[in-house]
């Protein structure tokens, strides 16, 4: 009995692409599928967790390179970092995900633009001795 129970069960294929795109400490796991929907960020629309003309057009950048335009739709889990690095981690995603569909055609235009190289600028850690910040020197007493 237990054996038909698990005979029945058959593994289902995701029906999306997956990616992870990351920029300095946020990292955005990205989901993309076929069809016609809305792109979603942690269940809000894209439009209102990125809200601005400047973030539209970092976001829908990689669509605009490849040309899909409505074809494609993402969702996508976005956590650590500022609106900015989310914003940069979501854009990477997209674009590892885009070439991933085409690699033929939609990587070279993608990489050309650079958004499939991972942004690696995170901020430099505290120095021993520096007064609080990475690059302060303390003040020397006057003499």
């Given at each position: 009995?237990?054996?038909?129970?698990?005979?029945?069960?058959?593994?289902?294929?995701?029906?999306?692409?997956?990616?992870?795109?990351?920029?300095k400490s946020a990292?955005?796991?990205?989901?993309?599928?076929k069809g016609k929907?809305?792109?979603?960020?942690?269940?809000?629309?894209?439009?209102?967790?990125?809200?601005?003309?400047?973030?539209?057009?970092?976001?829908?950048?990689?669509?605009?390179?490849?040309?899909?335009?409505?074809?494609?739709?993402?969702?996508?889990?976005?956590?650590?970092?500022?609106?900015?690095?989310?914003?940069?981690?979501?854009?990477?995603?997209?674009?590892?995900?885009?070439?991933?569909?085409?690699?033929?055609?939609?990587?070279?235009?993608?990489?050309?633009?650079?958004?499939?190289?991972?942004?690696?600028?995170?901020?430099?850690?505290?120095?021993?001795?520096?007064?609080?910040?990475?690059?302060?020197?303390?003040?020397?007493?006057?003499?």
């Amino acid at each position: 009995m237990v054996n038909d129970m698990a005979a029945k069960r058959k593994p289902k294929k995701p029906d999306y692409i997956y990616a992870v795109g990351r920029r300095k400490s946020a990292s955005a796991r990205v989901r993309l599928f076929k069809g016609k929907g809305k792109d979603v960020v942690n269940g809000v629309p894209i439009e209102k967790y990125f809200p601005g003309l400047v973030n539209k057009d970092l976001w829908s950048k990689p669509y605009k390179i490849t040309g899909v335009g409505d074809k494609y739709f993402v969702t996508v889990k976005v956590v650590g970092g500022g609106r900015q690095g989310q914003l940069g981690a979501v854009v990477h995603g997209i674009s590892r995900v885009l070439s991933m569909i085409n690699k033929g055609e939609f990587r070279v235009p993608l990489k050309r633009a650079g958004l499939l190289t991972r942004d690696a600028r995170v901020r430099q850690r505290r120095m021993v001795g520096t007064g609080g910040k990475a690059r302060r020197k303390k003040q020397s007493p006057k003499r």
